[in-house]
């Protein structure tokens, strides 16, 4: 997991893929973090995105770093733990500004039966489970 949040975070921006319906949804996201041995990502409750994993919590996420992709399959779950809430607000002092632990807007999800794999066009693919 660790090498799969450090590859996210010098992504700086990754794109989460989530379905509407029958509808492919992606979009540019830029938090990761690590909160009690789990990979977390933070969005609004007032956002489609919200939504959509509430409905289908199976997304993938794709971002590119130094030559190489990384695809992370998985099932986000939501977390109402104020706690890592905060952690991943402290980890991203700039969204202060627009949520707070607890408001009722900020949404943290961790992912779950994940399956990560970076790869490139000069090494060999590397697989993760978590």
Known sequence: ???????LKQCETYYLATVEGDQPRVRPFGTIDIFEGKLYFQTGKVK???DQLKANGKVEISGMA??????????????D???AQE???DAYPNLK?????????TEV???KNVT????????????FTF
């Open 48 to 50: 489609p995105v919200a």
């Open 116 to 127: 990560a794999t970076i790869c490139s066009f000069t090494e060999e693919p590397k697989t």
């Open 109 to 111: 999800y961790y992912l």
């Open 81 to 83: 733990n104020v706690a």
């Open 66 to 79: 130094d030559g190489k992709w990384i695809r992370v399959a998985g099932e986000a779950v939501l977390d």
């Open 97 to 105: 500004a627009m949520y707070k632990p607890g408001d009722g807007n």
């Open 87 to 89: 952690h991943m607000l």
């Open 1 to 7: 997991m660790n090498e799969v949040y450090e590859f």
